[in-house]
């Protein structure tokens, strides 16, 4: 299996983050977010292409901006209204977390 064409990868951020499926994080409501597995249908949502969710994680990595949270400093990426960092399992599989930005809450 080769690298995938540009067809095979979302037209844009906002296609991606509109096509995965997201779940609140609700073992952290003190840290109000959600999240998408790579590979996992989620809230109900068939998965995308493995593809996208390396893509998007590409996207983040390049495009990004790092800021401090928790003592750590992760990579984000702003997209309509809400910011977006990915994260590697224990188990190997890419997360794809997303939390409102401040000025934004609904």
Known sequence: MGSPTPTDLPASLEEFVSRVG????????????????AGKATAGVPPVPHAWYLWFTEQIAEHGYQAKFGGRTFTYLDVDGWKYWSLTGHDGVTIINRARLPDQAA
């Open 22 to 37: 997201w779940r609140f994080a609700s073992t952290m409501p003190e840290i109000p977010h959600e999240y998408t597995v």
